[in-house]
């Protein structure tokens, strides 16, 4: 990647004690080794745990079983008066289920057939009815 080799680092370390004198030289290698550092390990957490997912997908491929996969068969394009007729007969399957289970059950058929007046209570609560 970088062709660095040990006479440009040489050149680069003896620029920076120029620039930065004697002083400040070994606080600024310190802080350089510690960002290099910081910046090694981050990348060693990314690579180990990129190196995890592959491990785990790659022991998921073994466990999963092995089918072929089934082929699909590709969907049929009705006309529109075959549609409206299959939901014609889905809706009425659907209708005659209703209508069975309100005969089987006579006490919801009876309060279901009657229907509700608007504005009128078929039952006041007693608490209310009488406070004369």
């Given at each position: 990647?970088?062709?660095?080799?040990?006479?440009?680092?040489?050149?680069?370390?003896?620029?920076?004690?120029?620039?930065?004198?004697?002083?400040?030289?070994?606080?600024?290698?310190?802080?350089?080794?510690?960002?290099?550092?910081?910046?090694?390990?981050?990348?060693?957490?990314?690579?180990?745990?990129?190196?995890?997912?592959?491990?785990?997908?790659k022991l998921k491929q073994e466990l999963m079983p092995q089918t072929p996969?089934?082929?699909?068969?590709?969907?049929?394009?009705?006309?529109?008066?075959?549609?409206?007729?299959?939901d014609i007969q889905g809706n009425a399957d659907i209708q005659s289920a209703?209508?069975?289970?309100?005969?089987?059950?006579?006490?919801?058929?009876?309060?279901?057939?009657?229907?509700?007046?608007?504005?009128?209570?078929?039952?006041?609560?007693?608490?209310?009815?009488?406070?004369?």
């Amino acid at each position: 990647m970088f062709d660095v080799g040990f006479w440009e680092l040489v050149l680069c370390a003896v620029v920076a004690l120029i620039v930065l004198g004697p002083e400040r030289m070994p606080v600024v290698v310190r802080s350089v080794a510690h960002w290099l550092g910081a910046a090694r390990s981050m990348l060693n957490a990314v690579k180990a745990e990129f190196e995890q997912e592959l491990a785990l997908d790659k022991l998921k491929q073994e466990l999963m079983p092995q089918t072929p996969p089934t082929p699909q068969e590709p969907p049929t394009v009705g006309t529109p008066s075959t549609q409206a007729a299959v939901d014609i007969q889905g809706n009425a399957d659907i209708q005659s289920a209703i209508e069975q289970l309100k005969a089987s059950s006579p006490q919801r058929a009876s309060a279901a057939d009657e229907p509700a007046a608007p504005g009128k209570n078929a039952e006041k609560p007693s608490s209310t009815a009488d406070h004369s």
